[in-house]
């Protein structure tokens, strides 16, 4: 049954991915899908984005050994990154008509080589260790959807999730989207379900939902897990493609916020599921997998087949986010800034799809490594949030900001992680929760990224070409929608 299941399933994929390759004639409709998306595709594209399955099963497992909150942190976080991302930066993006979120960081500050930098530094995080962490998922779910290994079940995952990113690129990501947003959500709201009325006695132990713990040195992990996810991970790549393939910068906002709030409304699931397993499954040593056994242990077959294919829809979209957003940067930050700049825009697409090919293979390389989601994914949001967060939280609001404070801050923010994460934060190891946060080397480095962007930027104050760019991000006539049609369709 549930074989079957996730077959019809992907034949609902790969026809709604075909409709979006009926769209692709250019690398802009690949990468950008033409700056046209409606507001119902980019929300729901947002959703089945935040709503990644390796990253929900790996909450679900830091429950299983931490906590309640603890678990919630993760899904927490990424809501929230959304809906700050909306109110930041999402305007200002599409304002500037960029390509990719990379594109942020060139056109503001008016330098395509610190376009390309900060770019590089998204290909590293989400194309390489993003990648990776939601390809262990995946082989999760294929595993125990076929009862195969799980190497087989990580190469049919994305051969699967490669085949129709290929296809149209995000307009094909925005067409499967709406079918793989909605039952994600209804999946997760099914389990949590069935375990809220069925182990009514294994939930909400005031002990494990202890809200004193968040206040006190105890609350270390959680405000760690939630504040690199909530504040370092405003600039994804995977949301920021979306974003920028918004048809104006008013959908690109609204589909942000509505999908951010959706995500925060079930952020708790997490630490409830994780708390009952602890008793269903006691003993285990990888909790990862485990929303994956219960379904397929204790539900009918129909069931645990329709949760089970809506899992493999959540990863299969995040991964391919990833792989867009990743080859959009190379194709236009790499290739068409430095390398071609005439490019004919047959080529442009075929760079741009092989960008794809090649973030696939090194997604797998790097699961067959690790084979844990959180592993690789806390790195690359650690890496996000101590080099490029607030040169992309800041500017919007302060036209001071400046192209050498910008590349000040990502180099030593990059360099003071490096060396935190090898010989530790220097000063005292005892104190409270500001403190104990403090000392964990990723808020360490972030601070001095934040003081060398403010330091260098009242240094070297922007020139005019930056100034111009800070006027057009800022221009709010440029968020009116085109027609009253424009608005309906959205």
């Not at 399955?53 to 906590?67: E, L």
């Not at 190469?155 to 079918?179: E, K, P, Q, R």
């Not at 080529?347 to 592993?375: M, Q, W, Y």
Request: net charge negative; proline share 4%; hydrophobic share 55%.
């Amino acid at each position: 049954m549930i074989p079957i299941m996730f077959c019809i399933f992907m034949i609902a994929v790969f026809y709604l991915a075909f409709k979006g390759y009926q769209h692709v004639k250019t690398a802009e409709d690949f990468i950008v899908a033409g700056w046209n998306l409606p507001l119902s595709m980019a929300t729901w594209s947002l959703v089945a984005a935040l709503m990644a399955a390796p990253f929900y099963f790996a909450a679900v497992g830091s429950g299983y050994f931490t906590g309640g909150f603890e678990a919630s942190a993760t899904m927490a976080g990424l809501g929230s990154c959304m809906v700050l991302g909306a109110f930041i930066w999402v305007k200002p993006i599409r304002r500037l008509k960029g390509w990719t979120i990379g594109d942020y960081y060139g056109l503001r500050f008016a330098d395509r080589k610190l376009g390309a930098f900060a770019g590089t530094i998204m290909i590293i995080a989400f194309g390489m260790f993003n990648g990776g962490a939601l390809a262990v998922g995946g082989g999760y779910i294929l595993q125990t959807i076929f009862n195969i290994p799980f190497w087989a079940g990580l190469l049919v995952f994305c051969i699967l999730t490669l085949i129709y990113t290929l296809l149209g690129g995000l307009w094909s990501m925005a067409y499967a989207d709406i079918l793989n947003g909605i039952i994600s959500v209804v999946g997760i709201l099914a389990i949590s379900a069935v375990i809220f009325f069925t182990h009514e006695d294994k939930i909400f132990n005031p002990e494990w939902w202890d809200v004193g713990k968040l206040f006190s040195k105890g609350g270390t992990e959680f405000w760690t897990l939630y504040l690199v996810l909530a504040i370092g991970d405003i600039p994804a790549a995977d949301l920021g493609q979306r974003a920028c393939g918004a048809k104006n910068p008013r959908v690109a906002q609204l589909s942000m916020a509505i999908a951010g709030l959706i995500v925060l409304s079930i952020c708790w699931t997490p630490g409830m599921l994780g708390e009952a397993f602890k008793t269903i499954f006691p003993g285990v040593e990888n909790a990862e997998p485990l929303t994956l056994e219960y379904a397929r242990t204790y539900w009918h077959p129909l069931f645990a087949a329709f949760f089970l294919t809506a899992m493999a829809g959540m990863a299969m979209s995040t991964l391919a986010a990833c792989f867009v957003s990743c080859a959009g940067i190379s194709s236009k930050n790499i290739y068409l800034d430095f390398i071609k700049k005439n490019p004919s825009s047959s080529e442009l697409l075929l760079v741009s799809r092989g960008g794809v090919l090649l973030f696939t293979i090194i997604s797998i390389v790097l699961a067959l490594s690790f084979a844990k989601v959180l592993e690789l994914a806390y790195l690359a949001w650690d890496i996000i949030f101590v080099t490029i967060t607030w040169p992309l939280i800041i500017p919007p609001f302060w036209k001071g900001a400046s192209r050498k404070g910008v590349w000040a801050s990502i180099i030593a923010g990059l360099a003071v992680y490096t060396v935190t994460n090898i010989w530790g934060v220097p000063g005292a190891d005892e104190g409270g929760l500001i403190w104990n946060i403090f000392q964990v080397p990723v808020f360490f480095s972030t601070s001095i990224s934040l003081i060398v962007f403010i330091v260098g930027s009242l240094a070297f104050p922007p020139n005019e070409e930056e100034l111009k760019a800070h006027e057009i991000e800022t221009n709010k006539d440029l968020d009116e929608v085109h027609s009253a049609e424009d608005l309906k369709a959205a």
